[in-house]
Nanobody, 128 residues
């Protein structure tokens, strides 16, 4: 079992930055990859970014490329999502997810069904 706790959400203006953190506990030694998803009101949960913990291979959805960066913070032992140049359409609840089962070489999971463990989410609100 892996437990995940997100932090770092908040309310900002368009163009501002936020950094989300995801702390994992429990059977963390088995984690293969961690990811960030988001869900806006009335919409399905969508992929944002993911990273494999061993090789640190990353994947991003198109709307995140060039603005968001997923990385491991070894000082805090977290997986963080740095979000820059935020837009009102980035407003959503952001969820951290973890996958313990491995996959093909260099594969980075992107579908919600690829992840087994989920955090409770943290709200990000971007005003214009």
């Amino acid at each position: 079992q892996v437990q995940l706790v997100e932090s770092g959400g908040g309310s900002v203006q368009a163009g501002d930055s936020l950094r989300l953190s995801c702390a994992a506990s429990g059977r963390t030694s088995n984690i293969y990859a961690m990811g960030w998803f988001r869900q806006a009101p009335g919409k399905e949960r969508e992929f944002v970014a993911a990273i494999t913990l061993s090789g640190e291979n990353t994947a991003y959805t198109d709307h995140a490329k060039g603005r968001f960066t997923i990385f491991r913070d070894y000082t805090k032992n977290t997986v963080d999502l740095q979000m820059d140049t935020l837009k009102p359409e980035d407003t959503a609840v952001y969820f951290c997810a973890a996958r313990s089962m491995g996959g093909p070489y260099l594969w980075v999971p992107r579908s919600p069904s690829d992840f087994r463990s989920w955090g409770q989410g943290t709200q990000v609100t971007v005003s214009s």
